[in-house]
């Protein structure tokens, strides 16, 4: 395999993370509707999720 490795912007991730807190559509759907593997869109939405915090504290 010497495929490049694909870097999604931080607008993407965000964009996929949220859709993913909102339940809306299973993992398994945004995968096929997004081309990302499952593994990074529960990374992303881990991310989203744990960084809230940090937005409402004021510190982001």
């Known amino acids: 395999m010497t495929g490049k490795r694909k870097r999604y912007s ?3 991730k965000a964009k ?3 859709e993913a807190i909102r339940g809306e559509a ?3 759907q945004l995968t096929v509707k997004y081309g990302v593997h499952q593994t990074m869109i529960s990374a ?4 989203a999720v ?3 915090s940090g937005v409402f504290s004021g510190k982001a």
């Open 10 to 12: 931080a607008d993407f």
């Open 16 to 18: 996929v993370a949220l």
């Open 26 to 28: 299973t993992v398994a």
């Open 44 to 47: 992303w939405k881990k991310q």
């Open 50 to 52: 744990d960084g809230m």
